[in-house]
């Protein structure tokens, strides 16, 4: 069965510094990758996808992760994080299609301090 | 704008009463919906598939005759909690996503219903 690990249950950083958030997903031959953001009582938000191509993505509010097939990981990161930027960030996997039957890991929370 | 409008947003109910929780797709029509569950202070867990025209799919673990679901058409999935208690409160999602040949598309979540059995 397709699983998701996302080592680092909670994790601080200042703002202004530099993050990455790890991830690890099940072998598969053709995984459709995500990072979603959750801030508390809210919904899920797509921070960005990686289906093919380019190993390096670019998502939304200045996030970016790098697909690594050698290591099954699929990593956030942000170069310089802002107050804005704590909240729970999912790891997300499918492969019966982008939006079909995703596993999720267990999220990190992320709090920045001052 | 939203792509998924799931309805309500927060709901109080007492135990042994039923409640329906309704997921919209407002883009495009969605022949298949998906149902999440996250108990608090950890992450998504699919529940079901909802296929428009037949019968849901569970998965494992997942009671058919406590969470009934009905997709009576292609923009509109319902998940009714059944004889509700305490253990299922929780925080339900929905998803969909626009079906395209290549499935490269991600999925698309509502809102999410906080539910809280009294």
């Known amino acids: 069965a397709q699983s998701v690990t996302q080592p680092d249950i909670h994790i601080t950083v200042s703002e202004g510094a530099s993050l990455e958030l790890r991830c690890n997903y099940s072998y598969g031959a053709t995984p459709y990758l995500f990072w979603y953001v959750q801030s508390p009582g809210q919904g899920l938000q797509l921070l960005l996808k990686?289906?093919?191509?380019?190993?390096l993505v670019q998502g939304i509010k200045g996030f970016e992760a790098e697909f690594k097939r050698s290591q099954s990981s699929f990593n956030l990161r942000k170069p310089s994080v802002h107050w804005s930027d704590a909240a729970e960030y999912f790891c997300?996997?499918?492969?019966?299609?982008?939006?079909?039957?995703?596993?999720f890991g267990t999220g990190t929370k992320l709090q920045v301090i001052p | 704008g939203a792509v998924v409008s799931q309805h309500p947003s927060w709901v109080i109910c007492k135990s042994g009463t039923s409640v329906k929780i309704e997921c919209r797709s407002l883009?495009?029509?969605?022949?298949?919906m998906f149902w999440y569950r996250q108990f608090p202070k950890q992450s998504l867990m699919l529940m079901a598939t909802s296929n428009e025209g037949s019968k849901a799919t569970y998965e494992q673990g997942v009671e058919k005759d406590k969470f009934l679901i009905n997709h009576a058409s292609l923009t509109l999935s319902t998940l009714t909690v059944t004889s509700a208690h305490p253990e299922d409160s929780s925080f339900y999602i929905c998803s969909t996503g626009k079906p395209t040949p290549t499935l490269n598309t991600e999925a698309f979540f509502g809102q999410g219903t906080r539910l809280t059995v009294v």
């Open positions: 883009d495009f029509q969605a022949t298949t």
């Open positions: 990686y289906f093919s191509g380019d190993t």
């Open positions: 997300a996997v499918s492969y019966s299609g982008g939006y079909q039957k995703v596993t």
